[in-house]
C-alpha cells in the first residue's frame, strides 16, 4: 500500500509542476490576469482539457507497449520451441 502512496505523491508533483508553467505561459501570452475569477476559470478549464488529452495519449502510449510487449513474448515463445 504505501508504494501506491508514493507513485500518487509523484503524480501529484508533476502534475503541480507541470500546471505552474502552464499558468505562467498562458498569463503572459493571452494577458490573463490572475486575480480574475473569469480569467482563473478559463485558465483552469484550459488546464483540464489538457491533462485529458495528455492522459489520453498516455493511455494509447500504454497500449501501444502492452500489445508489443505481448507480440514479442509471443515470438519469443515460438522461437525457442
Known amino acids: 500500500?504505501?508504494?501506491?502512496?508514493?507513485?500518487?505523491k509523484i503524480i501529484l508533483?508533476?502534475?503541480?509542476?507541470?500546471?505552474?508553467?502552464?499558468?505562467?505561459?498562458?498569463?503572459?501570452t493571452f494577458g490573463l490576469a490572475l486575480n480574475d475569477t473569469n480569467d482563473i476559470l478559463k485558465i483552469g478549464s484550459t488546464f483540464g482539457y489538457f491533462l485529458l488529452i495528455f492522459g489520453f495519449e498516455l493511455i494509447v502510449v500504454y497500449l501501444y507497449y502492452k500489445i508489443t510487449n505481448t507480440i514479442a513474448n509471443i515470438k519469443l515463445k515460438k522461437g525457442g520451441d
Open 1 to 8: 500500500m504505501g508504494k501506491n502512496i508514493d507513485v500518487v
Open 13 to 28: 508533483i508533476v502534475l503541480i509542476g507541470m500546471f505552474i508553467p502552464f499558468l505562467g505561459a498562458l498569463a503572459i
